[in-house]
């Protein structure tokens, strides 16, 4: 199971974190990473980290949204800086269990006010 939290509403150019654990699994984890959707949009790639630290981001969010990831607690993070109103969206976490496949989270809402 992965939990989310850490979303919430916020102002232009503050400041969020979010977590998403993988809770009751003694599975493998490779990549991680984050995506979000907003309302008539597909669900696009914001970051990812490979299992060795590698990271890799969209353009919009480069040089201010940093991935990382705690492996011992089978956790990812995003930590968002300089949130613009664009960035409003559900963010999904996303996975890949090395023995199980790709799973993802329930989602959690960012909201940016102009």
């Known amino acids: 199971q992965l939990v989310e939290s850490g979303g919430g509403f916020v102002q232009a150019g503050g400041s969020l974190r979010l977590s998403c654990a993988a809770s009751g699994t003694s599975f493998s984890i490779s990549a991680m990473g984050w995506y979000r959707q907003t309302p008539g949009k597909q669900r696009e790639l914001v970051a990812t980290i490979s299992s060795g630290g590698s990271t890799n981001y969209a353009d919009s969010v480069k040089g201010r949204f940093t991935i990382s990831r705690d492996n011992a607690k089978k956790t990812v993070y995003l930590q968002m800086n300089g949130l613009k109103p664009e960035d409003t969206g559900v963010y999904y976490c996303?996975?890949?269990?090395?023995?199980?496949?790709?799973?993802w989270g329930q989602g959690t809402q960012v909201t940016v006010s102009s």
């Open positions: 996303k996975t890949n269990f090395v023995e199980a496949g790709v799973f």
